[in-house]
């Protein structure tokens, strides 16, 4: 039965669905935009990736802080307030006249995704029950996941080339609107908040500042390079305050990430695959849409149809995954995804100058995106295993965290080995030796991922309940047997 009686579980899985969709369907849009941003803003150049670096810098670094929100504040309630932020901010950027107010917009983006993608994974944990049922939730919270960063690329292209860039921003509020009209069809309020437990402020500073700090330090390397003083003080003051996190943690009582969550292997190594499996996938999407456009000489709008494909195949993985985790356990879906991801990255890093989509695109996309389904929808699952329900915000929140710290610190690593081999030289061959190099190190990290999965996640469903010192007896989840 649903845990939640007195919502309607359809209208809850399609608002959180939707909201997904937007939020990973901003990590992407704007890429194809970027020339056409700076055209018409006046971006200069070293700060037209700011565009695209401040979304991921407050979203990354506010999740844990949304996530323990969530539960300490009512998961609708963030849920609403994080997409009308975010609806907003869209809607401010769409008009923007200047490049401070797009970044500014972008900012507050980020801000308002940090609240609603922790709520509505976090909606989705205590309204189906854990085994099956979740699973199936999560497999259609996965694939909405999934189509969103996939179908970014083809839907920034599309509306760069015919209707124009602001598009790319404006595209978001009916897709908001759609989602917030299901909150009052059958998404429940929920419990009051507790008044006795307030929010843990001087970890959700050390936690903000320091993952703020850290994605800043990564994502700048594409401008100040991995071996500037800059950069390596800007991780060493994010390694500081993260330190001064965990140890701060570990004495409060109501802690924003309580360290016990970690001590449950489905927990930790479900973050540790999120975490790889998301730094294969964003580089896949950018040096691919490198090599479409650079490389084969395709225009936005052809670029963004050729991943049409792997939008489609992304689907296809967690639908099969879904199937499998419901009968079985994540891991058995895990472990044969993350190898045929590999695959169909090492397939990709075979790309020759003289290729074409036909040739060396579209057969590894399909391969890749099948594979990284299989990933994506059992993680969510795994992740949120034995949660008790008054801390699914804090999992949640720390899962999204893992997924956006995977995304960006492998993509910008990633991105600068790419470009010191390549070095000085802008000829097509040359960039697709770089891109072929990076999309064989991507391959290597689902291997990873793959042992990660092999290694630590338990073989058996059966799980016994994380313990939760202040939460009430009749809050706990039970097991699932096996």
């Avoid at 699973?135 to 969103?148: K, Q, T, Y």
């Avoid at 991943?307 to 499998?324: C, D, E, K, Y």
């Avoid at 097509?428 to 991922?449: E, H, K, M, R, S």
């Amino acid at each position: 039965m649903y845990k939640n009686s007195r919502g309607r579980p359809g209208a809850v899985l399609a608002a959180a669905a939707v909201a997904q969709f937007v939020v990973s369907l901003d990590m992407s849009v704007v890429n194809v935009a970027l020339p056409a941003i700076r055209t018409a803003l006046g971006f200069a150049p070293l700060d037209l990736s700011w565009v695209v670096h401040v979304y991921a810098l407050t979203f990354g670094g506010f999740l844990l802080l949304g996530g323990r929100a969530c539960d300490l504040y009512g998961r609708r309630r963030m849920f609403v307030l994080g997409l009308t932020v975010f609806g907003l901010c869209s809607l401010a950027g769409g008009l923007a006249q200047t490049p401070w107010q797009l970044i500014a917009a972008r900012a507050g983006q980020g801000l308002g995704a940090a609240a609603a993608a922790p709520a509505a994974l976090a909606m989705l944990t205590t309204t189906f029950t854990e085994g099956p049922q979740r699973v199936r939730a999560l497999g259609v919270w996965s694939a909405a996941n999934a189509a969103g960063g996939a179908l970014g690329v083809l839907t920034g292209g599309l509306l760069t080339e015919y209707v124009g860039w602001r598009w790319v921003m404006l595209i978001n509020l009916p897709i908001v609107v759609a989602a917030l009209a299901l909150i009052p069809v059958g998404v429940p309020a929920g419990a009051a908040p507790d008044r006795r437990e307030k929010l843990d402020t001087l970890g959700a500073l050390l936690a903000t500042g320091g993952v703020g700090l850290l994605v800043l330090g990564v994502v700048r390397t594409d401008t100040l390079g991995w071996d500037s003083p800059v950069t390596w003080a800007t991780l060493a003051a994010a390694a500081v305050l993260l330190g001064m996190f965990v140890f701060a943690e570990s004495k409060v009582a109501a802690p924003l990430l309580r360290l016990g969550l970690l001590r449950s292997r489905w927990v930790a190594g479900a973050n540790v695959l999120v975490f790889l499996a998301a730094a294969g996938q964003f580089t896949a999407f950018y040096f691919v849409s490198l090599y479409m456009q650079q490389v084969l000489g395709m225009g936005a709008a052809a670029t963004g149809t050729a991943f049409l494909p792997f939008s489609l195949g992304l689907v296809a993985g967690t639908i099969v995954a879904t199937r499998i985790t419901a009968a079985r356990t994540p891991r058995v879906s895990l472990v044969p995804g993350a190898l045929l991801a590999a695959a169909g990255l090492a397939w990709f890093a075979l790309i020759s100058p003289d290729g074409s989509f036909l040739t060396d695109v579209l057969g590894p996309s399909l391969v890749t995106s099948v594979g990284a389904g299989l990933v994506l929808a059992p993680v969510a699952a795994a992740a949120t295993t034995g949660v008790a329900p008054r801390e699914a915000g804090m999992a949640s929140g720390l899962m999204n965290s893992s997924r956006q710290l995977g995304g960006s610190i492998g993509l910008a690593a990633l991105a600068t080995i790419a470009a010191h081999h390549t070095g000085t030289a802008t000829d097509p061959a040359a960039l697709n030796d770089g891109y072929a190099l990076g999309l064989a190190i991507a391959a290597a990290i689902f291997v990873l991922a793959a042992v990660v999965a092999i290694g630590v996640l338990p073989r058996r469903r059966a799980v016994t309940p994380l313990p939760c010192p202040t939460a009430p007896a009749e809050n706990q989840l039970e097991g699932t047997p096996s």
